[in-house]
């Protein structure tokens, strides 16, 4: 079996397709590495890639792709909704084949290293890579955003772990991480009114006292004019899809809301969606070897 | 997205087990191909063997495992409780993933061809490879059995579509065709009352004017004490796993009757599981590309 590893970089640019096919350009243009998918999303101005390969191929159009993003987006003109921190945003590395976490959080390390030196810019080390409890959490380490980070890196506490400890004013800072597989994951609401997704979002999450493993949000989505909790669902095998969507249908009703469709970005782990069936059909002992597709893989 | 075709072909012995592999085992040996279950049955005297791969491996299997059977079978001296109308029974070729039914009826008449031409075999297509509305239902085909068919082969209506206009005393005739995957799934209710599951399949099935693609009957599980809806799905693409699940669900409350689990028996296409999940969470613009695993087969 091959050795693999997945990369999920997130860019700050999802406007401007010239720019965009240039910095995905320099995933496919990586021998070795293949991508998988790639999707832009205008409101919130930003791109979320999806390449799997070799560790050595992954590690290589990772650094490649930093430099097409460095070199064609300007953080000091960027807007949208989403919370981002830099031109690169967020960086994680996932053991998908023959790979362990070690190796994820050792590659973490040595793309933070390069990015650091090669492009001047700060970078923060998370989750499974965190140098600390306090970088663990994407969310902590990303607070205060893009704009935030003149102030929050002149902090002792925020002193960057590769790169300089300055913000890099066109390119911003990165967070740069290894984790198990993690699914972005909307949920769309028959409102416009963004608050009710947002209070949606606050007790759901477990920031908010809601499900350990769910990150959320509310945010607008202009072109539908429709609100929409967006989510993501850290680690589906504790905190399965379809509880996360069978609890924000629970609180919307209390809005008189309903939930009229939900999305899944980019990819999706084959066990979220066996999990789904398992429980909606009520499954009795039900094995994955029991899907004709998968023994093709034995 | 890798292209799949299952194949499942029933052969006439059933006893000799040195006989059995040494049939098996042609499956075994193509490359491409992928044994994923045999089982024999003494009574029946007959084998029913699956396999899946591309649709050029599943094929080249089969032909490599008809010469086997023509070698080692003799009809002649065979004697069992299954209707058989050869030493290779029936061979339908079913499409998975990324082949479309044409394709499989492609595959069956080229079979047909090779197995009649090469082994001197009347070959009949049957289902969706049928030459003929008459020819469709394989019960049909195969009324008469093997000792029948010197007789019926002589009959115009009964003109193979391959091979010759006689009968193969040692090898028979054999049916040949495609169809989709048939499901296998059984709704468990939280009564011992079979009388209620009877009722409930009467009224879902396709012969009691319910859901089209639908043969269903109450039995009762006598080890949990309990009735239960005994249902083959003959089209999940057209009558969905969950609406049939749903459908069962809603007749039992007219009973007080709650669902209290469910199963698939043997083998089900990854597709019925993606379409139970886009149902339950109302997946907008979901396709199975995004589930990870799939890409593995590009």
């Given at each position: 079996m091959a050795r693999l590893v997945e990369c999920i970089p997130n860019f700050?640019?999802?406007?401007?397709k010239e720019v965009v096919e240039k910095i995905v350009d320099a995933v496919r243009k990586t021998e070795g590495a293949k991508l998988l998918d790639y999707s832009s999303d205008a409101s919130h101005n930003r791109s979320v890639v999806t390449f799997i390969g070799t560790p050595e191929a992954v590690e290589e159009a990772m650094v490649n792709m930093a430099e097409k993003v460095y070199e064609n987006i300007d953080m000091r003109n960027h807007k949208g909704e989403h919370p981002r921190m830099?031109?690169?945003?967020v960086v994680p590395f996932v053991p998908i084949t023959g790979v362990t976490m070690e190796e994820c959080i050792e590659i973490a390390n040595r793309v933070g290293k390069t990015i650091g030196e090669k492009f001047n810019i700060p970078v923060y080390l998370y989750e499974k890579a965190a140098s600390n409890k306090g970088r663990e959490n994407l969310a902590t380490v990303r607070k205060g955003q893009y704009e935030g980070f003149f102030e929050k890196i002149k902090d002792a506490d925020w002193k960057p772990d590769y790169g300089p400890c300055e913000v890099n004013e066109k390119g911003g800072c990165v967070a740069i991480g290894a984790r198990v597989p993690l699914i972005a994951y909307n949920i769309n609401l028959d409102t416009d009114n963004v608050e009710i997704a947002d209070k949606i979002a606050k007790v759901i999450r477990h920031l908010g006292g809601g499900l350990r493993y769910v990150k959320a949000l509310g945010v607008k989505i202009e072109d539908r004019n429709m609100a929409q909790v967006s989510i993501n669902v850290v680690d589906y095998q504790k905190t399965a899809l379809y509880r996360v969507f069978e609890m924000v249908k629970m609180e919307a009703r209390r809005y008189g809301v309903n939930v009229i469709g939900s999305e899944v970005i980019g990819l999706i782990p084959m066990g979220a969606i066996f999990q789904t069936a398992e429980y909606y059909l009520q499954f009795e002992n039900f094995s994955t070897e029991q899907v004709l597709e998968t023994r093709i893989w034995e």
């Open positions: 700050s640019e999802g406007r401007n830099g031109a690169l945003d």
